[in-house]
């Protein structure tokens, strides 16, 4: 009969598990601090700005490095992660993608291969561990 009861109570236990595991409030992401306008000069939007680079080259078809040109805003969001939202405008260079490239890149102007965009990176960043995470990236031609 203990053992009907254990087993009975152990699924109980599962099905409120999971029930709870499902509640929508439960699942979602608390802001701890809203957007606000920050400087981009700050040093982790500077990091954040070169990831989001390195990220849109590495994922980019384009035979040409981009580099940012221009940084319109930047906004941070506290969550469980520190979210810089950056608004900046970028635009092709003359150095071609190579592998462990290093190069002092300059923007191709008034040429064929000009190309200019602005872009939105949300980038996650946890400094405390030195770890970014590129969540949304948008760009349109300009």
């Not at 000009?114 to 400094?127: A, D, S, T, Y």
């Not at 561990?129 to 969540?135: A, L, N, Q």
Request: net charge positive; proline share 2%.
């Amino acid at each position: 009969m203990t053992r009907a009861w254990g087993s009975c109570l152990f699924l109980l236990a599962i099905l409120v598990a999971l029930v709870d595991s499902t509640l929508p409030d439960q699942n979602t992401v608390k802001v701890l601090r809203e957007l606000k306008n920050i400087s981009a000069t700050n040093g982790n939007v500077k990091q954040c700005l070169w990831f989001a680079m390195r990220e849109y080259n590495k994922e980019s078809e384009d035979k040409f490095i981009f580099q940012a040109v221009k940084v319109v805003q930047v906004r941070l969001q506290v969550t469980d992660l520190l979210e810089y939202l950056i608004d900046a405008e970028i635009a092709r260079t003359d150095c071609r993608k190579h592998p462990n490239s290093n190069e002092n890149c300059v923007v191709k102007e008034n040429s064929k291969l000009e190309k200019r965009q602005m872009c939105n990176f949300l980038v996650g960043r946890l400094p405390w561990k030195g770890k970014f995470i590129m969540m949304k990236q948008r760009c349109v031609d300009t």
